[in-house]
T-cell receptor, first 113, second 109 residues
Framework: DSGVTQTPKHLITATGQRVTLRCSPRSGDLSVYWYQQSLDQGLQFLIQYYNGEERAKGNILERFSAQQFPDLHSELNLSSLELGDSALYFC????????????FGDGTRLSIL | EDQVTQSPEALRLQEGESSSLNCSYTVSGLRGLFWYRQDPGKGPEFLFTLYSAGEEKEKERLKATLTKKESFLHITAPKPEDSATYLCAVQENTDKLIFGTGTRLQVFP
């Protein structure tokens, strides 16, 4: 058990809809990262928050947004969903930044019908 | 562009048959190289971090090594429970991890 909690485990929805994925980091971790894992592309970095502030952005679509709350949990919002958004979405956390290992949750599997 | 390449894509071993997994990388300045294990339906599980060429880390049957261009994950006398996908990732000048596509390892009794 990594200590990172993601909910829900599975989401099934339709094109055009909006969903919210939630992540609770390990106790004491200030950094939260979101990654997308699809069959053809492997794990791709989306966005990072550190202590409530956005720190880095990857190839995150404009339809996607995230935030980190004062209690350090994070939410990833996906809107105007398309079939291609079907993937596993992982959250990871680390104590700080700079070379710290990231610990991953078990992901949310998003299926768009 | 940064690139992480893992080989082989898949590896089948008999129990007890030692082997190595390769991770080659091209980044302008390596801050760290990370090895993870991923089981089906689970998130990646952290194994090792390597920071500089020549460094080695060990954990049970696994040993990770690092050179200036690649890393190896050596598996000694593997057991069926070592079956998983092994992921390599590098960290350059930001905190994000750049992952390879992994090596799927199957160990048969």
């Amino acid at each position: 058990d990594s200590g990172v909690t993601q909910t829900p485990k599975h989401l099934i929805t339709a094109t055009g809809q909006r969903v919210t994925l939630r992540c609770s980091p390990r106790s004491g971790d200030l950094s939260v990262y979101w990654y997308q894992q699809s069959l053809d592309q492997g794990l791709q970095f989306l966005i990072q928050y550190y202590n409530g502030e956005e720190r880095a952005k990857g190839n995150i679509l404009e339809r996607f947004s995230a935030q980190q709350f004062p209690d350090l949990h994070s939410e990833l919002n996906l809107s105007s969903l398309e079939l291609g958004d079907s993937a596993l979405y992982f959250c990871a956390s680390s104590v700080g930044t700079a070379n710290q290992p990231q610990h991953f949750g078990d992901g949310t599997r998003l299926s768009i019908l | 562009e940064d690139q992480v390449t893992q080989s082989p894509e898949a590896l089948r071993l008999q129990e007890g048959e030692s082997s190595s997994l390769n991770c080659s990388y091209t980044v302008s300045g390596l801050r760290g190289l990370f090895w993870y294990r991923q089981d089906p339906g689970k998130g990646p599980e952290f194994l090792f971090t390597l920071y500089s060429a020549g460094e080695e880390k060990e954990k049970e049957r696994l040993k990770a090594t690092l050179t200036k261009k690649e890393s190896f994950l050596h598996i000694t006398a593997p057991k069926p429970e070592d079956s998983a996908t092994y992921l390599c990732a590098v960290q350059e000048n930001t905190d994000k991890l750049i992952f390879g596509t992994g090596t799927r390892l199957q160990v048969f009794p």
